[in-house]
Nanobody, 118 residues
Framework: QVQLVESGGGLVQPGGSLRLSCKASGMILSVFWPATKGWYRQAPGQQRELVAELDSSGNTNYIDSVKGRFTISRDNANKRVYLQMNSLNNEDTAVYYC?????????WGQGTQVTVSS
């Protein structure tokens, strides 16, 4: 059974940094490696939105509000996806979800809360 488990969320002051991590357990490497990996977020009362995406070729895509502040990366050998978040502000407060897209289906983590507050 495939599970995506996120970690690294928490409370941080404006201007601070967090690094989110996502571990894909139960997924074989030949499926994980070519999959597109992404991080989404959902703030209270808002729809879930794509924050950052990384395809199998290493191409990245970020929403405008996080460009230059967030970086998505992967460790294929260990089946992990990361999101480095710098210069956090109040608008980044949300539950962050890891996503792995395979040809058969999307996989989602349970989410990790990020709260930016002074």
């Amino acid at each position: 059974q495939v599970q995506l488990v996120e970690s690294g969320g928490g409370l941080v002051q404006p201007g601070g940094s967090l690094r989110l991590s996502c571990k894909a357990s139960g997924m074989i490497l030949s499926v994980f490696w070519p999959a597109t990996k992404g991080w989404y977020r959902q703030a209270p009362g808002q729809q879930r939105e794509l924050v950052a995406e990384l395809d199998s070729s290493g191409n990245t895509n970020y929403i405008d509000s996080v460009k230059g502040r967030f970086t998505i990366s992967r460790d294929n050998a260990n089946k992990r996806v990361y999101l480095q978040m710098n210069s956090l502000n109040n608008e980044d407060t949300a539950v962050y979800y890891c996503n792995v897209k395979t040809p058969q289906r999307d996989y989602w983590g349970q989410g990790t809360q990020v709260t930016v507050s002074s």
